[in-house]
């Protein structure tokens, strides 16, 4: 298994973000215009036997944009399953282990994960199903994913994710955890601004405060089905 240490950063204003970007010499680690759609599907037993123990299973397939200069039509998609140990505890900037207790806005999120790319997401789900599992949470976002030149040695293994939601911007920051430290404090963000919560947690508060019932979390057009 793969541990991965990341958080989230909210995002209020996207063209500044950019400009700090463009700044660190920010390149996209994808071709075309970078950008990924991905649709997401979380499932679970019945009684929501994973979700209560810290677990995700999820099938996502990914969009990617190939940009104006590609041949007409062309897509470039795959298929993704993931499966999520329960995030341990924290750890701590210093590095000194996951059982090193932080305060709740200076932690990262560290878990463990196995994902695999497969053929065929319809047939992935009925083979979830007849495991007794549901697809039971839809959610979609646009991602365009970043790293820093070689001139940033401390970056090394560093992601950069820009994810565009239903619900607003944010950035992933997933890589070793100074360097985490580091970018968000040259992107203009301190340790208070970290959040550790996943999207279907953000999506919920934000119906909460809303006042809306929560569905899956689409753009619009989707939701038009």
């Given at each position: 298994?793969?541990?991965?240490?990341?958080?989230?950063?909210?995002?209020?204003?996207?063209?500044?973000?950019?400009?700090?970007?463009?700044?660190?010499?920010?390149?996209?680690?994808?071709?075309?215009?970078?950008?990924?759609?991905?649709?997401?599907?979380?499932?679970?037993?019945?009684?929501?036997?994973?979700?209560?123990?810290?677990?995700?299973?999820?099938?996502?397939?990914?969009?990617?944009?190939?940009?104006?200069?590609?041949?007409?039509?062309?897509?470039?998609?795959?298929?993704?399953?993931?499966?999520?140990?329960?995030?341990e505890e924290a750890v701590?900037?210093?590095?000194?282990?996951?059982?090193?207790?932080?305060?709740?806005?200076?932690?990262?999120?560290?878990?463990?994960?196995?994902?695999?790319?497969?053929?065929?997401?319809?047939?992935?789900?009925?083979?979830?199903?007849?495991?007794?599992?549901?697809?039971?949470?839809?959610?979609?976002?646009?991602?365009?994913?970043?790293?820093?030149?070689?001139?940033?040695?401390?970056?090394?293994?560093?992601?950069?994710?820009?994810?565009?939601?239903?619900i607003g911007t944010f950035?992933?920051?997933?890589?070793?955890?100074?360097?985490?430290?580091?970018?968000?404090?040259?992107?203009?963000?301190?340790?208070?601004?970290?959040?550790?919560?996943?999207?279907?947690?953000?999506?919920?508060?934000?119906?909460?405060?809303?006042?809306?019932?929560?569905?899956?979390?689409?753009?619009?057009?989707?939701?038009?089905?």
């Amino acid at each position: 298994m793969a541990a991965e240490t990341e958080i989230k950063l909210r995002i209020d204003d996207a063209k500044a973000f950019q400009r700090k970007l463009k700044k660190l010499g920010a390149k996209l680690v994808y071709g075309g215009t970078g950008r990924v759609h991905e649709l997401n599907v979380l499932f679970d037993t019945p009684e929501g036997k994973l979700g209560k123990s810290g677990q995700l299973l999820r099938i996502r397939t990914e969009t990617h944009d190939p940009g104006k200069k590609s041949k007409p039509g062309k897509l470039t998609q795959r298929t993704l399953v993931t499966y999520k140990r329960p995030p341990e505890e924290a750890v701590s900037p210093q590095g000194e282990g996951a059982a090193t207790i932080l305060p709740a806005q200076g932690r990262y999120k560290v878990r463990e994960e196995i994902e695999l790319e497969v053929m065929d997401s319809g047939a992935m789900g009925k083979v979830f199903a007849g495991l007794g599992m549901r697809g039971w949470f839809r959610y979609e976002k646009y991602r365009t994913t970043y790293q820093l030149p070689a001139r940033h040695k401390w970056a090394k293994g560093l992601l950069i994710e820009l994810d565009e939601v239903p619900i607003g911007t944010f950035v992933e920051l997933e890589g070793p955890a100074e360097a985490i430290d580091r970018v968000a404090v040259e992107l203009g963000f301190g340790r208070r601004d970290y959040l550790t919560t996943n999207y279907l947690v953000l999506y919920l508060d934000a119906c909460r405060k809303k006042g809306v019932p929560p569905g899956d979390m689409l753009f619009e057009a989707k939701k038009k089905r």
